[in-house]
C-alpha cells in the first residue's frame, strides 16, 4: 500500500505569463462538457481504495490518470501516441484537470501502466459505472433501460504470433540460449544457426506440401529443443539460486516440447497440461466461435452486454468481462448476472442471448427471465418481437474491437484481459456520449439561430 495521492481541485488562480485553459478554449466543445458532467469525486473515492495513508511520495492525481485512460480507449490511441497527443491538444489536458497548458509531460509513460495494475478490474468498472451515469443525467439513455439486456460472448484476442508447433519450439530454444547467457550458465550448443535453418526449411516444406520433409525438420527442431532443456537442467542441478530464475521457462518449454496435436483414439487419457499458444503469453486460450474467415482465435473469451431497448444516445454497454477458461457461453451466466447489477444498480428483468446459451443453469430467479434464439416455451408475442433486437448487440461487439482496443489487446497476463475489456466498455460508452453532447449543442444552436431569424429572406 502507498499513500494517497494529491486531488486536484479548481483553484481559479491567474498566472501573469500563462493563459489559463478555460480562457482558450471553447467552453461549449464536447470534450469540455464531458469534462464537467463526469463526477471525478466519485471516481477518485473508489480508485482510492488502493491506497493508505502510509507516508511516501503521493502518487499522481487520480483525475489525471483516470482521464488518461478515458482518453486512451475513446479515441483508440497507444500509451506512446496518447503522450504524444496530451501535450499538444489543450483539450485533452483541460480534460484531465489542467488549468494551464503544459508543453511537457507532468508523468512517465510506464506510470500509466502501473496505475492499471494498481486499480485492476474491480475499481477500473467506476469508469463505466460513471459513464452510465452521465448517460442518465444526460439524457441519452433512460434508467428503465438497465432492467432489459442483451448478452453475448466474443474473443478479445492477444497480441500474440499466429501459433504453430515449429515456431514455438524454436522461440522456446531461443529464449532458454538467452536466459542462460544472461544467468552466465554455459551450454554445450546453442543450436542458433541450425535452428533457425530447420525453421525456414519447415516452413517451405509446408508451404509446398511435402509434409514427410516438414515432419522431418519438425522433429530436428524437438531434439534441439530437448537438448538445451536437459544440458540447463544438468549445468543449474547444482545451483539453487538459479532453480526460481528457469523454473516458469523450462515449464513452458517442457509443455511445447510434450504436445501432440489430437489424441490418435479416443480412449487416450487428456494431455497433464494445457497446450501453450504463446511463450511470453501462457495465459491465451484457443477459441473456435464457428467463424468461416476465422476458425480459431487465440485470446480469451469476453462476455458483453448491452441494453435492449435503443437509447436516444446510442446502445451502450452495460459491462464487459473477460471469463478464462473459455467457458460454455450458458454457464457464464452465472458471474455475469451479478457483475452487470453491480455496475448498474438495477436489477436485471430481462435477458436476450443466441442460441449459444441453451441450457443456461442461470441461477434463481434469472432462470426464468432469460430467452435464447430458438426457444419455443414462453414465448409471448411480446418476446419474440423483443428477440427482434438481439442483433443489436453485434455492432457493438464490432465498434468495440475496431475502435476501442478490444480487437487486439497489448496488456499483460490475466489482469490485463480483464482490464483491457473494462476500459474498452467504457471508452465505447464516453465515444457515445461525446457524440451525443455534440448533437446536442448542435440541436441547441440550431433552434437558437432559428429563433433569432424567424423569417429568413
Known amino acids: 500500500m502507498i499513500m494517497r495521492p494529491r486531488e486536484r481541485r479548481e483553484t481559479g488562480q491567474t498566472d501573469m505569463f500563462r493563459a489559463r485553459l478555460d480562457q482558450i478554449l471553447n467552453l461549449e466543445h464536447e470534450l469540455v462538457r464531458l469534462g464537467r458532467l463526469i463526477d471525478w469525486s466519485f471516481i477518485e473515492a473508489r480508485c482510492g481504495q488502493a491506497y ?13 490518470m483516470a482521464g488518461l485512460a478515458i482518453l486512451k480507449h475513446t479515441y483508440d490511441l497507444s500509451d506512446e501516441e496518447l503522450c504524444a497527443r496530451w501535450v499538444e491538444n489543450p483539450y485533452f489536458q483541460h480534460f484531465c484537470g489542467e488549468e494551464f497548458f503544459r508543453h511537457d509531460l507532468p508523468f512517465d509513460r510506464s506510470s500509466m501502466t502501473r496505475w492499471r495494475q494498481r486499480m485492476g478490474e474491480e475499481r477500473l ?9 452521465v448517460a442518465v443525467k444526460t439524457k441519452a439513455m433512460r434508467p428503465a433501460d438497465l432492467t432489459e439486456v442483451i448478452v453475448d460472448t466474443t474473443v478479445q484476442e492477444k497480441a500474440v504470433m499466429f501459433p504453430t508447433d515449429a515456431k514455438l519450439l524454436d522461440r522456446a530454444r531461443v529464449r532458454l540460449v538467452k536466459l542462460a547467457s544472461r544467468c552466465g550458465v554455459p551450454l554445450r550448443q546453442a543450436y542458433t544457426r541450425v535452428g533457425k535453418l530447420a525453421l525456414i526449411k519447415h516452413q517451405r516444406y509446408a508451404h509446398a506440401k511435402q509434409f514427410k520433409r516438414a515432419n522431418r525438420s519438425l522433429r530436428t527442431l524437438k531434439t534441439y529443443l530437448g537438448r538445451v532443456i536437459r544440458d540447463i537442467e544438468r549445468k543449474i542441478k547444482g545451483r ?8 516458469r521457462e523450462l ?4 509443455r511445447v516440447l510434450a504436445h501432440k496435436r489430437g489424441r490418435r483414439n479416443r480412449n487416450d487419457p487428456p494431455p497433464a497440461h494445457a497446450p501453450i499458444y504463446s511463450l511470453h503469453a501462457p495465459e491465451v486460450e484457443c477459441i473456435g466461435k464457428g467463424k468461416a474467415h476465422r476458425p480459431y482465435e487465440f485470446g480469451v473469451k469476453v462476455s458483453v452486454t448491452t441494453t435492449l431497448n435503443p437509447s436516444r444516445g446510442g446502445q451502450f454497454v452495460l459491462n464487459a468481462k ?8 450458458g454457464h457464464t451466466l452465472a458471474p455475469v448476472i ?9 436489477e436485471v428483468m430481462r435477458i436476450i442471448a443466441d442460441a449459444g446459451y441453451r441450457g443456461h443453469g442461470a441461477p434463481a430467479p ?3 427471465r432469460v430467452y435464447t434464439a430458438g426457444q419455443k416455451r414462453r414465448m409471448t408475442p411480446e418476446i419474440k418481437r423483443r428477440m427482434r433486437r438481439r442483433s443489436a448487440v453485434e455492432p457493438v461487439i464490432g465498434h468495440l474491437k475496431a475502435e476501442h482496443r478490444m480487437g487486439r489487446n497489448h496488456l499483460a497476463h490475466s489482469a490485463g ?14 465515444r457515445r456520449l461525446l457524440a451525443w453532447l455534440a448533437l446536442w449543442f448542435a440541436l441547441i444552436v440550431r433552434t437558437l439561430r432559428a429563433n433569432a431569424n424567424p423569417h429568413p429572406a
Open 52 to 64: 493508505s495513508d502510509a507516508p511516501g511520495q503521493p502518487p499522481l492525481p487520480t483525475r489525471l
Open 338 to 346: 451479478p457483475a452487470i447489477e453491480a455496475t448498474t444498480g438495477a
Open 240 to 247: 539453487p539460486d538459479l532453480n526460481p530464475v528457469f523454473r
Open 125 to 133: 468498472n467506476a469508469l463505466v459505472q460513471e459513464s452510465l451515469a
Open 251 to 254: 515449464f513452458n518449454a517442457g
Open 366 to 368: 434469472y432462470d426464468i
Open 417 to 430: 484481459d480483464a482490464i483491457n475489456a473494462v476500459l474498452a466498455a467504457a471508452g465505447y460508452n464516453f
Open 322 to 329: 473477460a471469463l478464462p477458461g473459455n467457458p460454455y457461453d
